[in-house]
């Protein structure tokens, strides 16, 4: 069965540092992985997904995450935070043919 | 044009009263969800449903029946409303396939209070 660890349930960054959020997974077939990210009040948008191929996917709004199949994670970055990256991350995997499975969220609080 | 929309996006209700919340997607997609975040934010999908017909019923009390008019549409009626009922409830939606990879894509939630 598949599940997701997301370490951490708070990150904080000052503005301009770097933003890591972890995710590890657990899956026994290929597993497709997501990023989604949460504002206050709104549904969830898709930051960026990894299915096949190149294991570095970019997202949206300067995100990054790396598969790694070795160990099993799938971290989102962002080199540079800016204020407006304040929000809920949810880390998802799905084995193509099952309902997406979430992990508990991580929120980044972003200081000035 | 919004992908997935929800109404209502903020529902107040005493206990003991029924509801009930609509989801449309205009993506053309075969499989529609409904998921449950607590006050926690953890999200928990509740049902799922491809081209009408029922396929996930996660363990949810009987109180919570969705209904699928067609594969376009996916309400959620709640009997008998309990404090513990309060949640963001959101509609999701997905494409089915070969190439399906479980992207969903999300309506804007809608947020039930029970007093």
């Known amino acids: 069965a598949q599940s997701v660890t997301q370490l951490g349930s708070h990150v904080s960054v000052s503005e301009g540092a770097l933003v890591l959020l972890r995710c590890n997974y657990s899956s026994s077939v290929p597993p497709y992985l997501f990023w989604y990210v949460q504002y206050p009040n709104q549904g969830l948008q898709l930051l960026l997904k990894y299915t096949t191929g190149a294991t570095l996917v970019k997202g949206i709004n300067g995100f990054e995450a790396e598969f790694k199949k070795s160990e099993t994670s799938f971290h989102l970055t962002k080199p540079s935070a800016h204020m407006s990256d304040a929000a809920e991350y949810f880390c998802a995997v799905s084995e193509g043919y099952s309902t997406l499975t979430f992990g508990k969220g991580t929120m980044l609080l972003v200081s000035p | 044009d919004t992908a997935v929309s929800q109404t209502p996006k903020y529902l107040v209700t005493q206990m003991g009263n029924d509801k009930s919340i609509k989801c449309e997607q205009n993506l053309g997609h075969d499989t529609m969800y409904w998921y449950k975040q607590d006050s926690k934010k953890f999200l928990k999908i509740m049902f799922s449903?491809?081209?009408?017909?029922?396929?996930i019923n996660e363990t949810v009390p009987n109180r919570f029946s969705p209904k699928s008019p067609d594969k376009a549409h996916l309400n959620l009626h709640i009997n008998s409303l309990e404090l513990g009922d309060s949640a963001v409830y959101f509609c999701?939606?997905?494409?089915?396939?070969?190439?399906?990879?479980?992207?969903?894509?999300f309506g804007e939630g809608s947020r039930l209070t029970v007093l």
């Open positions: 999701a939606s997905s494409q089915e396939g070969r190439t399906n990879t479980g992207e969903l894509f």
């Open positions: 449903y491809n081209n009408k017909e029922l396929i």
